[in-house]
């Protein structure tokens, strides 16, 4: 399963970390996504990373200030986030496929391996 880690409650324009860990199996050979929902709003895809060629994506929201990055030897990903909105606020979710198309599309409906999620509050 995948458990995500370090959500919280930061200013506007403040930094977070949150991290996703392997546990119980392995998800090197997955690639290794972020998605969030808000409160009242259809889940949404954040970034991802592809395990085999290293390409990132980012949403346009947050192209610029979130950055993902995968650490192999622990099987975890990381995702930083910078210059916090308000906006930003959501419950996020660590995802895992291994099909690109279906990580990086706009819901991830079709994903089958999730975490519980992470909260982050951006307070204005």
């Known amino acids: 399963q995948l458990v995500e880690s370090g959500g919280g409650l930061v200013q506007a324009g403040g930094s977070l970390r949150l991290s996703c860990a392997a546990s119980g199996r392995t998800f090197t050979t997955y690639h290794i996504g972020w998605f969030r929902q808000a409160s009242g709003k259809e889940r949404e895809f954040v970034a991802a990373?592809?395990?085999?060629?290293?390409?990132?994506r980012y949403a346009d929201s947050v192209k610029g200030r979130f950055i993902i990055s995968r650490v192999n030897t622990d099987d975890t990903v990381n995702l930083v986030m910078n210059s916090l909105k308000p906006e930003d606020t959501a419950r996020y979710y660590c995802?895992?496929?291994?099909?690109?198309?279906?990580?990086?599309?706009?819901?991830?409906?079709?994903?089958?391996?999730w975490g519980q999620g992470t909260q982050v509050t951006v307070s204005s």
């Open positions: 995802a895992a496929s291994t099909y690109w198309g279906t990580l990086i599309s706009p819901t991830g409906s079709a994903i089958d391996h």
């Open positions: 990373i592809n395990w085999l060629s290293g390409t990132i």
